[in-house]
């Protein structure tokens, strides 16, 4: 909930390219609601602004981390409404599929991951958030996946 990447990818049919990415981030000492809306409110602008054809989430299927897993669950449901509301279709795929159709293996490391993202935008240079790079990552996975 602290970090929501995002990124907007074009895609012709054979090649992809970055058009916009950053990160929605919200203050640790806030309270969860005003999070949520705060993530509600950035969302709504990025969809206006940006106008995806389609979108790409990462499916929760299992946290670790018991106690992060319901603010996260809240975000997602907040994104997945605001998707909703502007009537753009989405994909989910979970970490797992990510890496599996980036790199053909399902548990590869961030580092692979990056490797891939490069390659695929043909870039030396990606965003320093690694949720940044992720949003970047789901996007692309959702290319080859259509």
Do not use: W
Not at 2 to 13: E, K, M, Q, R, T
Not at 64 to 70: A, D, Y
């Amino acid at each position: 909930m602290a970090i929501v990447g995002y990124s907007l990818i074009d895609y012709d049919g054979q090649k992809c390219s970055l058009i916009s990415s950053g990160s929605i981030q919200t203050k640790k000492g806030d309270r969860e609601s005003a999070r949520l809306l705060e993530i509600y409110n950035d969302m709504q602008t990025i969809v206006k602004e940006l106008k995806p054809d389609v979108a790409a989430i990462e499916k929760l299927f299992f946290v670790h981390n018991q106690t992060t897993v319901m603010p996260v669950a809240h975000a997602r449901g907040v994104i997945l409404t605001v998707l909703e509301q502007h009537n753009i279709p989405i994909g989910e795929y979970t970490p797992m599929e990510v890496k599996k159709v980036l790199t053909g293996f399902g548990r590869a490391d961030k580092k692979e991951v990056e490797q891939m993202v490069k390659i695929s935008l043909e870039t030396d240079v990606l965003p320093k958030l690694d949720d940044t790079i992720d949003s970047i990552a789901i996007a692309l996975c959702h290319t080859r996946k259509i």
